[in-house]
């Protein structure tokens, strides 16, 4: 981690904060942010667009554990969250909200850079997860739209299968589309026609 990261820090409590703020400053020259009240929280910290957020609380509620990590944007940046206790549905609420690192016994500054890193990486892996499954899931969606075409055309012209997909490639090539933009309209224009 060389690069100059945008943090944002929520904690209440001031001492703290500074501790976390100069436990940073440890880790390399980053744009620090510290946010100690919770009213406008997800504004507040959309509004700095951070790399990085992280959430330090002593004994959090369920409550204020949901509203803290929807706020804190986590499927849209690394969140690591240092709680000094917790129990099975609070670790659980956190990591389904999408928290990168959930740490119990508190935020020691030994061990900043290394959950920080921590965080980063899992965010990423997680990001490039749910970029796949996005784009598998796409991939089907087009698949399935393209065998309905190809079931419309071979009824409507008593075509064979491997006939109707080059029939449907070379409209789309002819119109400069993709495959699945043809056989979405041709679905279209069949259903409007029954």
Known sequence: MTDRLSIVVVEKDRARALLIVDSLRETGDHNIFVISEETSLARRIAERQPDLVLIDLTNPSRDMLEELTLASGPME???????????????????????????????????????????????????????????TKAALDERKIIDRAKGLLMRARGIDEDAAYALLRKTAMDQGRKIADVASALATAAALLK
Not at 86 to 99: H, L, M, N, R, Y
Not at 114 to 129: G, V
């Open 77 to 135: 940046r690394p969140v690591a969250m240092f709680v000094d206790r917790s129990d099975a549905a609070q670790t659980k609420a956190a990591i389904e909200a999408g928290v990168s690192a959930y740490v119990v016994d508190g935020l020691r500054a030994d061990r900043i850079k290394s959950i920080m890193d921590a965080a980063i990486a899992r965010f990423h892996m997680f990001h490039k997860m749910r970029s796949e499954l996005i784009a």
